[in-house]
């Protein structure tokens, strides 16, 4: 076996187990969904426009995904160390990191198939509702929302492979979506009222460091840099959604492609880490 074989397995897997085709319906229908309603909301005041139609999914697919990447990837290899197959997956001529990497390779394609049939639907959607349909920048959306997708892939195999329970990987991984797309907010937001009250930062200061920790969050990262490469006529309403701070380094699209590629990197990292060095019975 190879890295390819493996995820090549993995993504039949995810097929004969319905679970490629349950996603695949469920993001199509959120993708419909979200762009009926956001167009319906704005035909009542004039033409929808496409490229303000685009700006509106960002935020409701920066929240969905990472629910739907943490958990298609936090059994990966918890999985299989519980069920016994990661001996057998072992066995044969494949190393920890071919099983790792076959694993996040072959269940960001999972994901990658529903992003792709969720964001046809919603060129459906889009051509027959907004007056303009924006076909560049819309394949940017699908590209960059796959993107994220495998980002959350990532972090839920690099969490599965540092545990060997599965209670422990179902209660972290509510944990991390939980984190990704309710509480990190609730942190931003307890933060400020520490910083106001314990140190004297100044207003622009304050605004750098909340500024800076929205975006180390991928979601925030992804739609900075969806902002930057939409059309002109976009990126004024895209920013009012992406941070909500005062401009600095941490508004950059350099900046936030890095997060997002050290949001990848590192859990894979660590997961593979904690991986290899552990006993596996």
Excluded: C, H
């Amino acid at each position: 076996m190879t890295v390819a074989t493996v995820a090549r397995k993995d993504f039949e897997d995810a097929a004969r187990a319905k679970t490629l085709w349950a996603l695949v319906v469920i993001f199509s229908l959120f993708i419909g969904a979200a762009a009926w309603f956001f167009a319906d909301v704005q035909s009542a005041s004039g033409a929808v426009a496409g490229d303000a139609l685009l700006v509106s999914l960002t935020t409701p697919t920066s929240i969905f995904l990472p629910i739907i990447g943490i958990m298609v990837g936090y059994k990966a290899i918890v999985g299989e160390r519980t069920s016994g197959t990661i001996k057998l997956l072992l066995s044969l001529p494949n190393t920890r990191q071919d099983v790792l990497a076959g694993k996040f390779i072959g269940r960001t394609a999972v994901v990658t198939t529903a992003v792709v049939a969720g964001s046809l639907v919603g060129g459906v959607v889009f051509a027959a509702f907004a007056s303009s349909f924006p076909v560049v920048e819309y394949l940017l959306f699908l590209l960059l929302t796959a993107v994220l997708g495998a980002v959350f892939v990532a972090i839920g195999i690099g969490f599965s492979s540092s545990t060997k329970s599965d209670t422990i990987a179902i209660v972290g991984a509510i944990a991390l979506v939980l984190l990704f797309t309710l509480l990190w907010n609730v942190f931003t937001f307890v933060l400020s009222l520490l910083l106001n009250q314990f140190t004297e930062l100044g207003q622009e200061t304050l605004l750098d460091v909340l500024g800076f920790t929205n975006a180390i969050n991928p979601s925030g990262a992804y739609s900075v840099v969806i902002n930057d490469l939409l059309s002109e006529g976009a990126q004024q309403a895209a920013a009012s959604q992406a941070m909500g701070a005062t401009a600095g380094f941490y508004t950059e699209t350099w900046f936030a492609a890095l997060v997002l590629l050290a949001w990848t990197v590192v859990p894979l990292a660590l997961g593979y880490w904690r991986f290899e060095n552990a006993e596996l019975g």
